[in-house]
């Protein structure tokens, strides 16, 4: 996909994504094409980044280094990261020192989200970021260009919200796996194009006619970073669970609403952020206890447990975890945890534990 942006739109530069947030709309808005980089998957087999990482850093860190190390990422011209975790923070190091001809930059986002400053402060780090793509793409960003990128990204997150809330009002027309493959390819294509897609998909869904199954009603939580396998969401719905809403790609849905296109573009994709996004392991807001955005989710889609589900490994969703069962026991909300890699390859393990928790629901 990156070739072929490239070969059509000669000299365009192409800039990595890594999870969970980066502001796309800077990207976009400079003339260049943000794409998502979230790890090999299942598809590479780990080589040489082993000798950069220590042994126990969760896998997208190490897949991310091995498809730079096997020229997997040739077609980039820039790397953008953010404060995900202490690994994230130093492969963003290691991928500067081993690839020195990319633009990679890293997002110090605020850890007060309850300082009057804060605003400022992530307006600043916005301006700062952008002023070296403008560099990169070798051109001037104007508050123009930026506006009209905020409205086409706030016209695709409008129509991702609306298969989340088929998923959530009828889930036997859209399946999870269906939702997150529709919703990964606006990782690697411009926002009009993504739009035009999701609008088609929505179309056909309208005429679809399934049957309900006999599932219960879950969301999936602490899957924010590192993916799991599209053969491990197919597993949990297998084994009876029609998955309502999740962090998969949350980058992807990050803000609840529009961003505001009037007054300062940088300053409302700031205020944006920290008023009117997603919770998350690594947005830390003391303005509410860590469940609270996950309680929450559970309200809004009505669904009866949580999985769940997090990398091995990762340290801010394992931290969490300990959050969210004190608060979803209190709340008495079923859960299950899971964790999973993603380079998995077997799956059987995972759909007993998750069918034989679904029995037990069903059969109470």
Sequence with gaps: MVDQWKLAHPGGKVVGCFPVYSPVELIHAAGMLPVGVMGGGNQIEIAHADSRF??????????????????????????????????????????????????VEFIHFPQNLESPLALDYLAAEYRRLLDQLATLAGGPVSDGDLKKSIEQYNENRALIRRLYEIRRESPQLLSAVECYLLVRAGTLMPPEEHTALLDEALDGLARREVKLKDRIRVVVEGSFCEQP????????????????????????????????TDGDPLRALARAY??????????????????????????????????????????PALFDYALYRRDLEAAGIPHIFLEFEEKMWIFDKIRTEVETFVESMLFD
């Design 54 to 103: 220590q042994s126990f850093v969760c896998s997208i860190i190490k897949s991310t280094m091995e498809l730079g190390l096997t020229g997997r990422l040739k077609g980039l011209d820039g790397l953008i990261f953010h404060s995900i975790c202490d690994p994230a923070k130093n492969l963003s190091s290691i991928m500067r020192r081993n690839f020195p001809q990319l633009l």
């Design 229 to 260: 396998p599209v053969e491990l969401i197919q597993s949990l719905e297998e084994a009876g669970c029609d998955i309502l809403d999740d962090d998969f790609l949350l980058g992807r849905r990050w803000f609840l609403g529009d961003v505001p």
């Design 274 to 315: 920290i008023d009117g996004s997603e919770g998350s392991a690594v947005k830390h807001d003391l303005r509410q206890t860590k469940a609270a955005p996950l309680l929450e989710k559970v309200k809004r889609s009505g669904a009866q447990a949580v999985v769940v589900l997090a990398a091995k490994f990762c340290e």
